[in-house]
């Protein structure tokens, strides 16, 4: 599998803003992530095109109407083409100039793309007036020139700003920030900058504030407001152990927390980092323009120069109208629609999952993820709450209930699985103290074995214990009910002997059952991956109608389950939230992690779910679907009008039907095109609603 869109490259920017003038290649990808830089890049662009414009309006009124405006005689000391001239060579060379910068540095590298055409569509235009100034005729075209480089510089600022748009949105989280930080150093509580907060700083959180960075909660237990972050509707309840995100709300408790993640390393930061890299990657289907960029350069200029010998050589037209038909076909083959056509669907498309807690690494998976047709998801934590607390202990012989949950937990206080979380919680509420353990393993997939007071401890699936030779035959039927009701099962054994059971229930998410009806209108296939017995796995599969189970599988083995499905035939995506999963959602097609879970999943995927709702799977695919819908939309356009558009400046009507297009229609129509382009992109925006549940 091909896994290079997992490294994305900040190559989305179009041609115009690539080339700004003066500005080096590290002022480019700087401005990727710095707004400020940014907001000066789009400032100048519209800086550009208002006096492009200014300058523009004269020089087309003067062109088209003469002397005579209105009616009204205008006097003028300067010849007629002589002030077109004056007006169009600052449009050309200064507001236009980020493409003959762009275009010199193209060709330097030995490269043809969209600044080359632009350039050669605005120089053909001006070259070719100034020739034309010199002839009996006077005609000449300077409009076309002004207006090529107006609308260009029209279309480049409205992809900025829609850019800028979600870049701006994101930023605000920043805000989220607080200016100051309550620390403790050297034993004294004190403010500083939240700038100034380091890694192991032990930060103190009054009811109202705001937590400034990411972190683990040390001392006390509180409710924090996570929705602007994470999306999550509820505060959550946070106590000794429990991360912290910078951003969040502190409601009501007093906690101390020990800063793990400071600056650009916090979620936020991430977030935000994650967002613009995607927007500023490029989808396999921007990479294909881009190549057909240089042979467009070719096509332009080709046909503009056969134009030019068809008529003036063959048809026996005059220099004047030869001229006429080459620059107009050179103008209109100006493909700057596609340039902007799927950069901007990318933009808008991104920034819409970002909006909705739904983060897209790159173009590559926002375009890839519509192709899926076989999902598979993780159970714990993905379909289920991820929340699993103890139900039912059954004690076998003498031993009491605490005692084996004594035996239990002791040797789970090694571990950190969600099962282990359970019975630990469920020993502190009982009061339950724990005993030290020596020789502790943790058998993948299976369970637990350690010594506890001077006993060999066992704690486990079946298989476990069967493997170890323990007779489990005498809890058979106790077995079998927790399994009916859905129960996940830890038998535990001491010194070889089953000695009791303790059932956990983890609850399936709301919104799971729905998930799962809508992917399968979208007629993709569900396949669900657990670890767990199964009679519980088909049970939870049979109650949300999944497709396919595939249980008691080792950790280590999850990928293998997916390049089956590969195997198959099938696009396949992985969703999961644990460290296990991070193998198998490296080995999909398109990795989705659920936000609520490790960095280890977060880092390997994809695509990250920050509100730890399954739904955003449907949500995300839709996305995915209505942009790549758009991005096709627009490379049809783009492509098509250049295809009909070249024959019609080169004249073909003409002789037939006495229709031609002049250079400066030829511009307003090239720079339509472009306009539809970005308008079709931002109506992407309709999708929304079909965005949440």
């Given at each position: 599998?091909?896994?290079?869109?997992?490294?994305?490259?900040n190559?989305?920017h179009?041609d115009?803003?690539?080339?700004?003038?003066?500005?080096s290649h590290?002022?480019?990808e700087r401005?990727?992530?710095?707004?400020?830089?940014a907001k000066?890049?789009?400032?100048d662009m519209?800086?550009?095109f208002?006096i492009s414009?200014?300058?523009?309006?004269?020089?087309?009124?003067y062109?088209?109407?003469?002397e005579?405006?209105?009616?009204?005689?205008?006097?003028?000391?300067i010849?007629?083409?002589l002030?077109l001239?004056?007006?169009?060579?600052?449009i050309?060379?200064?507001?236009?100039?980020?493409?003959?910068t762009?275009t010199y540095?193209s060709?330097?590298a030995?490269k043809?793309n969209?600044?080359v055409?632009?350039?050669?569509?605005?120089?053909a235009?001006y070259v070719?007036s100034?020739?034309?100034?010199f002839?009996?005729?006077?005609?000449?075209?300077?409009?076309a020139a002004a207006m090529?480089v107006?609308?260009?510089l029209?279309g480049h600022w409205?992809?900025?700003?829609s850019?800028?748009?979600t870049?701006?949105?994101l930023?605000?989280?920043?805000d989220?920030v607080?200016p100051?930080?309550r620390?403790?150093?050297?034993g004294k509580?004190?403010l500083?900058?939240?700038t100034?907060?380091?890694?192991?700083?032990?930060?103190v959180?009054?009811?109202?504030?705001?937590?400034?960075?990411?972190?683990?909660?040390?001392?006390?237990e509180?409710?924090?407001?996570?929705?602007?972050?994470?999306?999550?509707s509820?505060?959550?309840?946070k106590k000794v152990?429990?991360?912290?995100i910078?951003?969040?709300i502190?409601?009501?408790?007093?906690?101390?927390?020990?800063?793990t993640k400071?600056?650009?390393?916090?979620?936020?930061?991430?977030?935000?980092?994650?967002v613009?890299?995607?927007?500023?990657?490029?989808?396999?289907g921007q990479?294909?323009a881009?190549k057909?960029?240089s042979?467009?350069?070719?096509?332009?200029v080709?046909?503009?120069?056969?134009?030019?010998?068809?008529?003036y050589?063959i048809?026996?037209?005059?220099f004047v109208?030869?001229?006429t038909f080459?620059i107009s076909t050179i103008?209109?083959a100006c493909?700057?629609a596609l340039?902007?056509a799927t950069?901007?669907?990318?933009?808008?498309?991104?920034?819409?999952g970002?909006?909705h807690n739904?983060?897209i690494k790159?173009?590559?998976t926002?375009?890839?993820t519509?192709?899926?047709?076989?999902?598979?998801?993780?159970?714990?934590?993905?379909l289920?709450?991820?929340?699993?607390r103890?139900?039912d202990?059954?004690a076998?012989?003498?031993?009491?209930?605490?005692a084996?949950?004594?035996?239990?937990a002791s040797?789970?206080s090694k571990s950190?699985?969600?099962?282990?979380?359970?019975?630990?919680?469920e020993?502190k509420?009982?009061?339950i103290?724990?005993?030290?353990?020596?020789n502790?393993?943790?058998?993948?997939g299976?369970?637990?074995?350690?010594g506890?007071?001077g006993?060999?401890?066992?704690?486990?699936?079946?298989?476990?214990?069967r493997?170890?030779?323990v007779?489990?035959?005498?809890?058979?039927?106790?077995?079998e009910?927790?399994l009916?009701t859905g129960?996940?099962?830890?038998i535990?054994?001491?010194?070889?002997?089953?000695?009791g059971l303790i059932?956990i229930f983890?609850?399936?998410?709301e919104?799971?059952?729905k998930?799962?009806?809508?992917?399968?209108?979208?007629?993709i296939?569900?396949?669900?991956?657990?670890?767990?017995?199964?009679k519980?796995a088909?049970?939870?599969?049979?109650e949300?109608g999944?497709d396919?189970v595939?249980?008691?599988?080792?950790?280590?083995?999850?990928a293998?389950?997916?390049?089956?499905?590969?195997d198959?035939g099938k696009?396949?995506?992985?969703?999961?939230?644990?460290?296990n999963?991070a193998?198998?959602?490296?080995q999909?097609?398109?990795?989705?992690?659920?936000?609520?879970?490790?960095?280890?999943a977060?880092?390997?995927?994809?695509?990250?779910?920050?509100?730890?709702?399954?739904?955003?799977?449907v949500?995300a695919i839709?996305?995915s679907?209505?942009?790549v819908r758009?991005m096709?939309?627009?490379l049809?356009w783009?492509?098509?009008?250049?295809?009909?558009?070249i024959?019609v400046?080169?004249?073909?009507?003409y002789?037939p039907?006495?229709?031609?297009?002049r250079?400066e229609i030829?511009a307003?129509?090239?720079?339509?095109s472009?306009?539809?382009?970005?308008?079709?992109?931002?109506?992407?925006?309709r999708?929304?609603?079909?965005?949440?549940i």
């Open positions: 599998m091909d896994h290079t869109h997992h490294h994305t490259t190559g989305g179009s115009a803003q690539g080339s700004m003038q003066h500005m590290m002022d480019h401005a990727m992530t710095d707004p400020n830089m000066e890049m789009e400032f519209r800086m550009r208002f414009l200014a300058l523009t309006i004269p020089i087309v009124l062109s088209r109407m003469g005579m405006l209105f009616g009204i005689l205008l006097p003028s000391p010849p007629k083409n002030l001239f004056l007006l169009t060579t600052p050309v060379f200064w507001a236009g100039s980020i493409f003959i762009g540095y060709l330097r030995r043809l969209m600044s055409l632009i350039a050669t569509g605005v120089l235009a070719g100034v020739i034309l100034a002839n009996a005729s006077g005609e000449a075209f300077y409009e090529l107006t609308f260009v029209f409205m992809e900025m700003k850019r800028r748009g870049s701006d949105s930023h605000a989280l920043f989220l607080p100051q930080a620390v403790v150093r050297d509580e004190m500083i900058p939240s100034e907060v380091v890694v192991g700083d032990i930060v959180l009054k009811p109202g504030d705001k937590v400034p960075v990411d972190g683990e909660v040390v001392v006390g509180t409710s924090i407001d996570e929705a602007l972050v994470t999306g999550e509820l505060p959550v309840l152990g429990d991360k912290t910078g951003g969040s502190n409601q009501n408790g007093s906690v101390q927390f020990r800063a400071v600056g650009m390393d916090t979620v936020l930061a991430s977030i935000i980092k994650m613009e890299v995607a927007q500023n990657s490029k989808a396999p990479r294909i881009d057909a960029a042979w467009l350069v070719v096509l332009a080709g046909s503009g120069i056969l134009a030019f010998l068809g008529w050589v048809a026996g037209a005059t109208v030869a001229l080459a103008v209109i493909p700057d340039g902007l950069p901007t669907a990318v933009a808008v498309g991104t920034g819409l970002a909006k739904i983060l790159d173009a590559s926002l375009e890839g519509s192709r899926i047709n076989a999902i598979v998801l993780d159970k714990t934590g993905t289920t709450e991820g929340k699993p103890v139900t202990i059954i076998l012989g003498k031993i009491s209930e605490d084996i949950l004594q035996y239990a040797v789970e950190n699985h969600p099962l282990s979380a359970a019975i630990i919680v020993a509420k009982r009061g103290i724990l005993l030290a353990i020596e502790f393993l943790s058998l993948s299976l369970g637990l074995e350690a506890v007071g006993k060999n401890v066992l704690i486990g699936t079946e298989r476990l214990l493997e170890r030779g007779d489990i035959e005498g809890v058979k039927v106790e077995i009910k927790l009916a129960k996940t099962l830890s535990i054994a001491v010194d070889g002997k089953t000695v059932g983890d609850a399936v998410r919104s799971s059952r998930t799962i009806t809508e992917l399968k209108k979208l007629g296939e569900t396949a669900m991956i657990t670890g767990d017995n199964k519980i088909e049970a939870v599969g049979m949300l999944i396919r595939f249980a008691e599988v080792m950790p280590e083995d999850k293998s389950f997916v390049k089956k499905l590969q198959e696009f396949v995506a992985m969703v999961g939230d644990g460290v999963d193998p198998a959602l490296a999909s097609n398109i990795g989705i992690a659920i936000g609520a879970g490790t960095d280890v977060i880092e390997t995927a994809n695509i990250v779910l920050m509100k730890s709702d399954p739904y955003d799977i949500a839709r996305l679907k209505a942009t758009k096709k939309q627009n049809f783009a492509a098509i009008y250049n295809v009909l558009a024959p400046a080169a004249g073909i009507f002789t039907f006495g229709w031609s297009l250079p030829a307003l129509l090239m720079s339509a472009s306009i539809i382009v970005a308008t079709n992109a931002v109506l992407l925006k999708v929304e609603s079909k965005l949440k």
